[in-house]
C-alpha cells in the first residue's frame, strides 16, 4: 500500500502486497479461484502470455491472491527481488537447491539441516550427479576450506534443526560470494522478521509457511524469496516443475502474516521462560535455546537476530527413550505431532544421531523438542514441572 521504504516491519506486515487492483478495496485480497482466464480478443491473450507477471494468464501462473502473499514476502526482505510461493516447505527447498544446480556441480549442506532436505540430497540430488557434502553448522568463514572448483552452492538452515547451533551467516555469504558461490538459506524459525537474510548476504531465504507465516496448523505452504541475480533462475525452475499454491491456501498464509509479528513476540516470551526454567531443572541437563548463551552459536544469535521464536530443546539428565516417552506422554498441554509454528505447544521426542556425518551427537539423555505455542506460559511450566519432577523421582 506504501511505497516508503523506512516503514518498520510492524507496519510493513499489516501493509503489504495489499495493492489496490489486488483487493479491489477489501482489506483482504479476494479468493480467486481460478484455471482458464477469458480474453475479449486473441490480440488480448496474446499481450497476456507476452507479459511475464501478475497479469492474469491462466490459473498455475497465480492470481492476485497468490500475488498479494508473494509481493508481502518479498517486501519484508530488503533487497529482494521477488519471491515464489509452493505447495510446502520442503518443495521450497527442491525448487531453491533445482533453480542452482545442474548435474556435475557439488553442494554443501549443514549437518544440522531438516532431515527431509537431507533426503532430497540423497534422493534426487545424488543420481543427478550432484554430490552433497555436510559441513560443521559453526563452521563460519573456514566454509572457505571445503570449497573446491565444483562447489556451487552453500545451504545453510540456522538455527539448525532439532540441535539449534546458530550459524554465521554473513561470514560465510562473505566466503561464498568471493568464490562466486550461490548461497541458500533454511529461514523458517526466525522468519524475516527476525533475520532478514537477504540483507546479511544470503541469495535464496526459504521459508516453511507452513509455521509462522500461517501460524496455525491449518495449511501447508512454502515461499523462496530470492536478489535480483537469481530470481530469474528461480521463477523459470518454478514455472517449469509446474508448481502452484491453491488460492485458499495461499489466503490463510497472508491472513497469518499479518500478525506474525505480534505472534512471534508473544512465542519469544513464553519460550524465554520456559527455557530458563527449565535450566533450572535437575531433570535437565541442557537447554538448547539461541538465545541462550549456552546455545552453540549463542553470540552470532546475538549479532545478528532481532529475536528468537519458540522453537528449542533440551536434553534430560539421563534416562533412556522409555523415559522420554512416558515424560511426553503425561504432558496435559503440549500435543504430540509433528510440523510447529502455530498457537499450540508441542512436544517431540527427537534424536539427532542417525542424521549426523560431519559431526557428532553426544548428550547427557534423551532430548526433546518443544514448541512453546500462545498459552500461558505458567500452565506450561507447572505441567513440565509435574513431569520432570517424577522423571527425577523415577530415575
Ligand atoms: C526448518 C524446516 N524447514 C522446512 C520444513 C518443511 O516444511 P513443510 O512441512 O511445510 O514441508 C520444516 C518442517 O518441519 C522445517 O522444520
Redesign the pocket.
Known amino acids: 500500500m506504501s511505497d516508503d521504504k523506512n516503514l518498520r516491519p510492524a507496519t510493513r506486515i499489516v501493509e503489504a502486497g495489499r495493492r489496490k487492483e489486488w483487493t479491489q478495496g477489501v482489506v483482504n485480497t479476494p479468493v480467486w479461484r481460478a484455471s482458464t482466464i477469458l480474453f475479449d480478443t486473441v490480440a488480448d491473450l496474446r499481450a497476456a502470455v507476452a507479459s511475464p507477471n501478475d497479469r492474469l494468464y491462466y490459473g498455475r501462473r497465480g492470481t492476485p491472491t497468490q500475488w498479494s502473499l508473494a509481493d508481502a514476502l518479498t517486501e519484508l526482505e530488503p533487497g529482494a527481488a521477488g519471491t515464489m510461493l509452493y505447495p ?4 521450497a ?1 527442491a525448487m531453491a537447491l533445482l533453480s542452482v544446480l545442474k548435474p556435475g556441480d557439488e553442494l554443501l549442506m549443514v549437518d544440522s539441516t ?1 532431515e ?2 537431507r533426503a532430497f540430497c540423497r534422493n534426487v540430488l545424488g543420481p543427478m550427479g550432484i554430490a552433497t557434502h555436510y559441513y560443521d553448522p559453526l563452521a563460519g568463514a573456514a566454509i572457505a576450506d571445503l570449497f573446491t572448483e565444483k562447489t556451487r552452492a552453500v545451504f545453510m ?1 540456522s538455527p539448525g ?1 532439532l540441535t539449534f547451533e546458530v550459524q554465521d551467516v554473513p561470514a560465510i555469504c562473505a566466503a561464498a560470494k568471493a568464490c562466486g558461490i550461490v548461497t541458500l538459506l ?1 529461514n ?2 526466525a522468519t524475516p522478521l527476525f533475520f532478514p537474510a537477504i540483507g546479511h548476504g544470503v541469495d535464496l531465504t ?1 521459508l ?4 509462522y507465516v500461517v501460524g496455525h496448523s491449518d495449511a ?3 515461499s523462496v524469496t530470492a536478489n535480483a541475480e537469481r530470481f530469474e533462475a528461480l521463477r523459470r525452475t518454478t514455472h517449469q516443475f509446474g508448481q502452484h499454491v491453491g488460492p485458499d491456501d495461499a489466503s490463510l498464509g497472508s491472513r497469518g502474516l499479518r500478525t506474525l509479528d505480534v505472534r512471534l513476540r508473544q512465542h519469544q516470551a513464553g519460550a524465554l521462560e520456559v527455557a530458563r526454567w527449565l535450566e533450572t531443572h535437575p531433570g535437565v541437563a541442557r537447554v538448547l535455546h539461541p538465545a541462550l548463551p549456552s546455545c552453540p552459536g549463542h553470540e552470532v544469535w546475538q549479532r545478528d537476530f532481532l529475536g528468537s521464536t519458540g522453537l528449542f530443546s533440551f536434553v534430560m539428565a539421563g534416562g533412556d527413550d522409555a523415559a522420554r516417552a512416558d515424560l511426553v506422554d503425561n504432558l496435559d498441554h503440549f500435543g504430540i505431532g ?3 509454528g502455530g498457537y499450540e505447544s508441542l512436544a517431540l521426542p527427537v534424536d539427532p544421531r542417525p542424521l549426523r556425518t560431519a559431526t557428532g551427537w553426544a548428550a547427557e539423555g534423551p532430548l526433546v523438542r518443544l514448541h512453546i505455542g500462545l498459552e500461558d506460559p505458567a500452565d506450561l511450566i507447572a505441567d513440565l514441572r509435574r513431569g520432570l519432577d517424577r522423571f527425577v523421582e523415577r530415575r
Open positions: 510446502s516447505g520442503v518443495a527447498v531438516y527431509p532436505t538452515e534443526s533454511d523458517t524459525w526459504i516453511a509457511c507452513t509455521k501447508m505452504l512454502g509433528f510440523s510447529w
